[in-house]
């Protein structure tokens, strides 16, 4: 693998989970719309987004192609299917825990997505660790059980965002597509679902878009910029970087949220909180010292076989 290309997925990974770090803010200004509401929104939106960057890009034509050749990459078709609901149902239950005041317990979620990762990278893309990063891995295991057991109960807001991001993931690692191509076909999967679900509300006179405020109406348009832009970022750098290295990179987001639950939003943090963060960061900086040292190595080697080609 290029590490050039390893290093500038790293970057995009990176500044997609700062975004998600701080779309708490976000969904806090649209709480008093049902997360059902905002979900559909955010779906049909994406999709207008996407299908504008197609267009400026000029990449539509390349897109219809992409559809049509579903008739004969079907596992692609069924890939793309299962991407598409898998993110569904992890912005469902990331937006009901915001605006339910549970964002300590969804920032939970995403310190475990990380090691659902790593499992995966190590089992399905039989993913390598050093030692160094086995350490890190176990100390951050360690700090995420002291998290879930000092919640008290079964923290399910928190393993469903796991399981379903880290699948999400490993989709997007098997779908080798164009990202903006990939992502406008995932929201477009969902996207009658989620008009027909608008209308219903409509019918029913229980809508808030075009209904409340034109403030709460261009927030919910703007759901799809907010949504599509870290997810292109995400998907640039999960095709660059290797699954293990996208999971302890996320560990950002999370911390992200925390901070804005604890500072901002008042939630609980305790005492048992702050010691598992800390075995988090720990972990993280462990991790990330020795991908440096991975990555020196190599430049050096790069180096000096490139000095003695010439």
Known sequence: MNQSEVKKGAIYAGFSYFIWGLLPIYWKFIQHVSAEEILANRIIWSFFFMAAILLITKKWGLFKETIQGFRTH???????????????????????????????????????????????????????????QYVSFALALLGVLILTISYGLFPWVSI?????FGLYGLAKKKIKLDADIGLALETMAVTPIAFLYMVLLSYKGVQSFLAVSINTDFLLIGAGAVTAIPLLYFAKGAQRIPLSTLGFIQF??????LILGVFVYHETFSKTHFISFMFIWVAITLFTLSKMKYFTHYEGKYKKSKSLGA
């Open 252 to 257: 950002l987001s999370p911390t992200i949220t």
């Open 160 to 164: 469903i965002l796991a399981l379903s």
């Open 74 to 132: 079907k596992k692609l078709m069924a890939a793309l299917i299962v991407a598409s609901l898998l993110i569904s149902g992890n912005w469902y239950i990331y937006i009901w825990a915001v605006n339910n005041d549970h964002m300590v317990e969804a920032s939970l979620g995403y310190y475990i997505n990380p090691l659902v990762s790593v499992l995966l990278g190590m089992i399905v893309f039989r993913e390598k660790l050093s030692v160094s």
